[in-house]
């Protein structure tokens, strides 16, 4: 029974790797296929999130019988070594969480930045459409050269 | 379309491959049995009173990494999404002297009310995640997340003549942003400075007590753990981050003509 459990949460980790991966590939999709500024924004977002919340998932460890885990926070103040010992061993890994407070950090810059570029653009092309956007430039070109 | 279809087929053979390496162990053992041993060691490290040369006096580990054992990453890090902000309010500069940006009485009463309790607790939670960052998940960028949904909600709700009124400028935003990220660089520094004052060796970042730096920031206050320089991080983050977000809301929330007219002056926009 316990075996059976035990390649129950391996089987619902590898679907969630996958069902990750597919997330990529869409947002990836998403990004490069859609001529809309803000479509290719929300799908950038997407696949940031998506990259994080992978790496968290690396940091996470096998759950076994008579394993409680538990986030990297200790709960008793005044620790003994035994506390820490058992705290030890049921911790996730803090470190991933400790990269993807970064990443979202950097990543919140980026879409900000994004976002700000996006509108300039709208207001100066009344679109956000690149294919459309393009156009234009093609047409002031030709008139350019006329 | 022809394009389109390739590359749809590009992810499928990708996400196929990846699962494949993932299912016949390309990323190692998932889920691990066990975390890395580099872990292990943060873990036993971080509030370790016994190795007190080498803790960071936080309970919580991932705030102690972030701010403790790879501070200047998270120092350069502010910087990096602080450069951010200042492009974005770059592009808008000159709607700060705009005086008035109005013309919005705000929402109906009744969502006047409920806006006001919940923005109170909106603002309860934000401090808690923030001065509470040391000692339960959370910290100073996550709380001034929070924080600046406030901001948010009573710029919609009330309209911006309720900032006006209470003379919550641009200037005192920026204020308070840039005295935040002074105070947050001073804290990464206070040792030092400390040190060479009273003519002991210390480092920038230093929090606790080394085995050749005897200075350290305070364990406890009033029998609570501090967390030593964590808490000054946490609370310095989290007033820039307030600041900055409610700036950018300020700017991004503005009127379109107000923004139109920042891009007034070329013939052809581009």
Known sequence: MKNLDIELIKFMFMLTVIS??????????????????????????????????????????????????????????????????????????????????????IGLAVTLFLTTIVVHVSYHFKTVNVDEIGRSKRVYIHEEAV | MLRDLIFVSLLVVIILALTYLTYSGGLGDLPPQDIRFIAKNYLN?????????????????????????????????????????????????????????????????????????????????????????????????????????APLLLLVVFGKQFFIDRKITYNKLLSIRNISLALLGFTSVALLVLGFLIGVESYIFQNQAKTISTLSYPTHL???????????????????????????????????????????????GY
Do not use: C
């Open chain 1, 20 to 105: 990750l991966y597919f997330n990529v590939a869409i947002s990836l999709y998403g990004v490069v296929a859609k001529a809309n500024l803000v479509k290719k924004l929300i799908a950038l977002t997407i696949f940031q999130d998506t990259v994080n919340m992978f790496t968290i998932l690396v940091g996470y460890k096998l759950w076994r019988p008579g394993l409680l885990l538990q986030p990297p926070v200790l709960t008793d103040l005044s620790p003994t070594p035994e506390t820490l010992r058992e705290f030890v061993e049921r911790s996730v890994d803090p470190l991933p969480q400790a990269f993807v407070l970064t990443a979202i950090v």
């Open chain 2, 45 to 149: 490290l971080t509030y370790n009173q016994e190795i007190s040369w080498l803790w960071a006096a936080s309970p919580e580990a991932v705030t102690a990494i972030v701010w403790d054992y790879r501070g200047l990453d998270t120092l350069f890090e502010t910087v990096v999404f602080y450069g951010a902000i200042l492009a974005a309010l770059t592009l808008f500069r000159s709607i700060s002297k705009v005086p008035e940006l109005v013309s919005s009485a705000g929402l109906s009463l009744v969502v006047k009310r409920i806006t006001a309790i919940v923005t109170l607790a909106i603002l309860t939670v934000a401090a808690s995640t923030a001065l509470h960052g040391h000692l339960t998940p959370g910290g100073g960028f996550q709380g001034g997340a929070i924080a600046s949904v």
């Open chain 2, 222 to 268: 009033l029998d609570v753990p501090l967390g030593g320089s964590l808490f000054f991080f946490n609370l310095f983050e989290f007033l820039a981050v307030a600041g900055g977000f409610t700036l950018v809301f300020t700017i991004l929330l503005s009127k379109d003509e107000t923004l139109r007219r920042e891009l007034e002056g070329e013939e052809l």
